[in-house]
């Protein structure tokens, strides 16, 4: 199950003439924690993730609902995510946040969640994809939740967005268990794989958020 954002890094800028005192790099955050929830670890993404999770993202289940495709390589994969361990758009503008799910007690990997934090705007655009083998098994919910325990806590977000195609009843019902609620639909939002995207964006603000666990990073 996977929910449509950007899939990886988020579209390329050009840098602007002047940073902005509100970039990444002169915010003190701890980007590079890993997130422990009861049966997750969720730990950054590292170009050697790329060997832990290229099997189960090659499973093709995950991609009826979104552009994206299984990657085409395990050097392609490397790459993604060697440029996605920097955790920063390249004007600094935006936070990359990415963290593969690690099961707890053991060496298998889940899948991924993910999160674009504009840090002018305090808010954040999320997604997650869970492998198919591990699907109904609570481990996209626990994970999304921790993710926004962490957002919530350390960043001064106004609120979460999380972009979804209508088709997919599972995302949807995932993020109105975590308190997300229906704030736009677009219709023709896109089109791809033979048929015609409509999407649903949900929203979670601040003051509206409960967590659902304390996570220990």
């Known amino acids: 199950m996977s929910n449509r954002t950007y899939k990886g890094s988020p579209p390329q800028r050009n840098p602007p003439l002047a940073r902005s005192n509100n970039s990444f790099q002169d915010k003190s955050r701890p980007q590079h924690a890993v997130l422990l929830t009861r049966h997750l670890e969720l730990e950054p993404i590292l170009e050697s993730h790329a060997d832990k999770l290229f099997e189960g993202l090659r499973q093709c289940e995950a991609y009826v609902y979104i ?64 492998i198919p083998s591990y699907w109904h098994q609570g481990i996209g919910k626990e994970a999304v939740a921790g993710m926004l325990l962490f957002l919530f806590k350390e960043y001064e977000i106004t609120h979460i967005e999380a972009h979804i195609d209508t088709r997919n009843i599972a995302s949807i019902a995932l993020m109105r268990s975590l308190g997300f609620t229906l704030f736009r639909h677009i219709d023709h939002a896109d089109s791809f794989k033979g048929h015609v995207s409509h999407e649903d964006h949900y929203l979670l603000r601040r003051q509206d958020w409960r967590p659902h666990f304390t996570i220990r990073d």
Do not use: F, M
């Not at 990657?71 to 994969?77: E, F, R």
């Not at 996605?84 to 060496?107: H, Q, Y």
């Open 67 to 130: 552009p994206d495709d299984p990657p085409s390589s395990l050097g392609t994969l490397k790459e993604r995510y060697q440029k996605l361990s920097r955790r920063v758009s390249p004007d600094g503008l935006e936070a990359w946040l990415n963290w593969a799910i690690r099961i707890k007690n053991g060496t298998t990997y889940g899948g991924y969640v993910q999160a674009t934090v504009k840090l002018a705007d305090n808010n954040a655009l999320i997604a997650y994809h869970v």
